[in-house]
């Protein structure tokens, strides 16, 4: 058979086709970008905590890990602080009490979860009070802030908790030969991941905040947090070079996951982003597969797939509303009516900051 070249009509009919799906998907991605956003921090915990996993192997002192992951957050957002010319506390007012909260619980939650991780002590127990977070965004979203939540979000965070149980696998469900954690141990645990929820909530009350002065306070209060325990502890000169490409990876990812759950939270309502977290311990499921050499098991596999489900049903559902959220990304008063008069001109840096473009 003889083939005959598409004429001009034909490839510009299919041109525009093609054009078309890219637009559609385009406006499906972008009405979905708080979620994805929120989405992308969980790949960046689950690739930060595999970091710190890799240099507990090396032998790397747990303290001194967490606090050099904070001291990298830090000097990231004073970076990106200096290149945007954003004045740490400027138009904070009385939402001062709030940012702090956010920033206190924030960094107090990651860093008690990594700090647990690295100890290698009932990685069971911890993941599954730390991801225990939507159950607590569910209720303290819904009677604080007045977020609304249907039976189909409540499945999913139902649904959700149960697969992480079958990921994480604590001895109290699965029977180990590990030793069972002290009360202190899982009071620990648990307090991180009630106070990452309610981290989560006092987010959503300052979502006209810029997400650096908050990342910038976690930051520092994370140093704070951290130099007390590096006390006790000697320095780790003798640790392998390895070990500094691994602390600068886990900075970088733990500035990257939180701004972005920062910015997700302008978008997204506390108990949909928490759902949308869990899948962390699915990359963190998968790492330990591929990169450190843990077979797999039937009970991890299930959760990891009634996990992922559960949160690709929760990106779908999720919709942005230009309307609604676009006045929260300015900083102040007058920003936020710029923003609705269309005057000035404005537009969105990368970590969710509004400025005028003169």
């Not at 404005?346 to 400025?355: A, D, H, L």
Request: glycine share 10%.
């Amino acid at each position: 058979m003889r083939w005959h070249a598409p004429s001009s009509r034909t490839r510009r009919a299919m041109w525009e086709d093609g054009a078309g799906l890219v637009d559609r998907a385009y406006s499906v991605l972008y009405a979905r970008r708080g979620a994805l956003m929120v989405l992308g921090s969980a790949v960046a915990f689950a690739t930060g905590a595999l970091f710190g996993q890799l240099s507990h192997v090396a032998g790397v002192w747990p303290a001194w890990f967490v606090l050099g992951r904070c001291v990298l957050q830090t000097l990231w957002t004073l970076a990106l602080m200096w290149w945007y010319d954003i004045e740490p506390f400027e138009d904070l007012g009385d939402k001062l009490g709030l940012v702090l909260v956010r920033a206190l619980f924030g960094s107090f939650s990651s860093n008690i979860v990594l700090y647990t991780q690295l100890m290698g002590l009932q990685l069971g127990y911890a993941t599954v009070f730390f991801f225990s977070v939507p159950l607590y965004t569910l209720v303290a979203g819904h009677y604080v802030i007045g977020e609304k939540a249907g039976a189909l979000e409540i499945a999913c965070v139902l649904m959700g908790m149960a697969g992480v149980v079958l990921i994480a696998q604590p001895s109290f469900l699965f029977p180990r030969t590990e030793p069972e954690p002290g009360w202190d141990y899982a009071v620990m645990c648990l307090l991180a991941g009630s106070t990452a929820a309610f981290g989560y909530i006092a987010r959503r009350r300052v979502k006209s905040v810029n997400s650096l002065p908050i990342v910038l306070i976690g930051g520092l209060m994370g140093i704070a947090m951290m130099i007390p325990p590096c006390l006790y502890v000697r320095l780790p000169i003798d640790a392998p070079p390895k070990t500094i490409l691994y602390l600068l990876c886990a900075g970088t990812m733990l500035f990257v996951d939180i701004c972005l759950t920062n910015v997700g939270l302008q978008y997204e309502p506390a108990s949909h982003a928490s759902v949308i977290r869990l899948a962390a311990p699915v990359i963190g499921y998968g790492f330990q597969t591929l990169i450190m050499r843990k077979p797999p098991d039937p009970a991890g596999v299930a959760g990891t797939l009634i996990v992922a489900a559960v949160v690709v049903l929760m990106i779908a559902r999720s919709t942005t509303s230009e309307d609604l959220h676009v006045p929260f990304l300015a900083g102040t008063d007058d920003e936020r009516r710029a923003l609705v008069g269309q005057s000035p001109v404005t537009e969105m840096t990368p970590v969710g900051v509004v400025q005028e473009r003169l």
